[in-house]
């Protein structure tokens, strides 16, 4: 126990180490950045294009007074927590629905649930900030008014500003929006670029393509704003003036109705503050997401001793914070390329002792989560073939005379009756638990009608049949797909990692250190090649990569699998290139020195 509290102490003082500076210094810029962006929101929120002299002096005026100081206060409170926001709900892996029912289960945890209440609150808050900088007729929510009974002798009363009530719960809309689009969109997902650029490029980058996609969000939403306003608006309108003993003005239009909603001033005015609150949002998100996939050198070999639980053999044979471990592979990946210095380091000897400590850790990782992803990829095709084999026996069955209550089940083995159930591709939780009756003994279920695969056909006939059920029910095949490669990124620089000291090892590895490891490294790659190939042949994979639009949100997780496919023949090519006839020499089975003996002779 206390060994293990110690190595959780050691993981997040590593994880502050290395991703405190970065997150400070992201929540920086943002709050940095928030002034310029108020400034331009200012000057659009004051347009008067016939007398633009006037335009720029009022605007730059406003800049200045309290409120608008004010406001700039409030609004880095919201960014700072937005941004506590985006440290606490990233992930390195992507968490990919495979039905709807996942994802509406996914919309209605408590954790997603706090998330999108928080983010609209923050909206609001943002809204009112807007309203409080436009002034003019959105600048407060009571206003004085007087009764258009007896305008002439009666007392003021304060009345309700739909303007500003319009504008608040417009911020709140927007901030719940982008709280479900974040989830729906996987933006929590933090892609690590393949080109490694300085910071400041990434982001001057991504700026144009940032405020493009902010501004038609924006327009997307405010008009979705508007159609929710106009059925359910008198809802808030009146819950409001109620409780805060607020009068409504008969004089002005509603606007929870066509010619109110029809307000151009008050359409662009939201639309503005939409793009505002959506830029500003971005930015921090933007920022966080560079800061935090920046390449980091972890050291080969510990300087001190208390720097051992920080080397980079180390760091990937234990379990840190996922983004510590794929910062690390993504640093063996880069120094196997560019470090000729740190790849002598790996292949170096302990002293004293003379071992290849370095090369073993590091090899026996990345070979481990090879043979990982080869496992699991291997499940899902054996899963994926008894589904098959299920569907195909359930219609051969559906032709085949019978009498009334017999089942044909002596041409079918046991364990592919048990697979037929226990494999349910789409249906499983839901056919086993209120259907399936418990089993006494082992062997108790094989006179049962409950194992027989006509009855599990009868049963996904009987669901079929209910389409509301199946909506929510049915398995996406291409979610399913990308689930099982949602990881991928981890083998891809596991496979480059490999191969790239691997290949130098053939010059630089004066000890032999890796020589001793490379059959297992071919047997690995070799086998790892051959289920990727049948994972492709499989029915509903598609062998092409889908085309990826130029958008903000990252959806490179959908082409992992194609990257991982052209990484590891790359792999193989590599080491084959370099090493020539020598593999001959290498011990591996027949059916792997005929596939190393094609990419050889460069007909793989």
């Known amino acids: 126990m206390e060994a293990a509290a110690a190595a959780s102490c050691r993981q997040r003082a590593l994880l502050r180490q290395v991703l405190g500076w970065r997150l400070a210094a992201a929540v920086a810029w943002s709050v940095l950045l928030l002034p310029a962006c108020t400034a331009a929101f200012v000057l659009l929120g004051r347009a008067q294009p016939l007398r633009p002299l006037r335009w ?26 937005i941004s506590i926001f985006n440290v606490e709900f990233y992930a390195v892996v992507p968490s990919i629905p495979c039905s709807r029912l996942a994802l509406i289960g996914k919309i209605i945890h408590p954790q997603q649930v706090i998330h999108s209440a928080v983010h609209a609150v923050m909206g609001m808050l943002v809204a009112w900030c807007s309203a409080v900088m436009t002034k003019g007729k959105f600048q407060f ?8 009974e007896s305008p002439e002798n009666a007392v003021p009363q304060m009345c309700l500003n739909e303007y500003h009530l319009f504008f608040l719960l417009s911020g709140a809309f927007i901030g719940y929006s982008y ?5 729906i969109n996987n933006m929590n997902y933090l892609p690590f670029p393949i080109i490694q650029q300085y910071k400041y490029l990434r982001f001057r980058r991504s700026l144009p393509l940032l405020v493009k996609h902010s501004c038609a969000e924006s327009l997307y939403l405010v008009r ?7 059925f359910f608006g008198y809802i808030p309108k009146v819950w409001i003036s109620t409780t805060m003993d607020l009068h409504i003005d008969s004089k002005l239009h509603p606007l929870d109705t066509l010619s109110g909603l029809l307000d151009l001033s008050l359409f662009y005015h939201t639309w503005l503050c939409g793009a505002f609150l959506l830029i500003t ?5 933007l920022l966080f997401k560079i800061y935090a996939t920046e390449t980091h ?22 379990n840190p914070p996922l983004i510590i471990k794929f910062l690390a592979l993504q640093d063996l990946m880069l120094l196997s390329q560019y470090s000729p210095v740190r790849r002598q380091e790996v292949f170096s000897l302990s002293q004293p002792g003379g071992h290849p400590h370095n090369w073993t850790a590091i090899s026996r990782e990345c070979l481990s989560l090879l043979t990982d992803l080869t496992q699991r990829l291997i499940a899902q095709q054996e899963a994926a073939a008894a589904n098959g084999r299920a569907k195909q026996q359930a219609g051969e069955m559906k032709v085949l005379p019978q009498t009334p209550g017999a089942v044909v089940t002596e041409d079918m083995p046991f364990q592919s009756q048990r697979s037929n159930v226990i494999h349910r591709a789409s249906m499983a939780s839901l056919v086993k638990s209120p259907l399936m009756p418990s089993k006494t003994s082992p062997g108790s279920d094989i006179g049962s009608p409950f194992s027989s695969p006509a009855l599990t056909s009868k049963i996904k006939n ?9 909506y929510f029910f049915s398995k996406h095949p291409e979610a399913s797909i990308q689930a099982v490669f949602s990881d991928a990124q981890m083998h891809i620089w596991a496979l480059e990692g490999l191969s790239h000291l691997v290949a130098a090892s053939f010059t630089e590895d004066q000890f032999g250190v890796v020589q001793t490891t490379l059959p297992a490294i071919l047997n690995t790659l070799l086998t790892l090649q051959e289920v990727v190939d049948r994972h492709f042949k499989l029915p509903h994979v598609s062998s ?7 958008s903000l949100v990252d959806t490179s997780y959908k082409t992992l699998r194609f990257a991982l496919r052209a990484s590891l023949k790359t792999a193989l090519y590599r080491i084959t290139t370099v090493f020539g006839e020598h593999l001959n020499a290498v011990q591996v089975s027949p059916e792997h020195k005929k596939r190393l003996q094609q990419f050889l002779e460069y007909k793989e």
């Open 56 to 81: 720029i002096a009022d605007s730059f005026n406003d800049l200045y007074t309290s409120y608008v100081i004010f406001c700039i206060l409030l609004m880095s409170v919201v960014i700072l927590v």
């Open 141 to 148: 929510l009571a206003v004085p008014c007087t009764p258009s």
């Open 179 to 183: 709280s479900l689009l974040y989830l």
């Open 224 to 230: 979705n704003f508007c159609v929710a306003y106009y």
């Open 281 to 285: 949002w971005y930015i921090a998100w």
């Open 297 to 318: 050198h972890f050291p080969v070999q510990p300087t001190f001793a208390e720097e051992t639980d920080q080397c980079l053999p180390k760091i990937l044979n234990s």
């Open 462 to 470: 009987f669901l079929s049949r209910r389409a509301l059920i199946m």
């Open 544 to 550: 092409k990569p889908p085309r990826i639009s130029g």
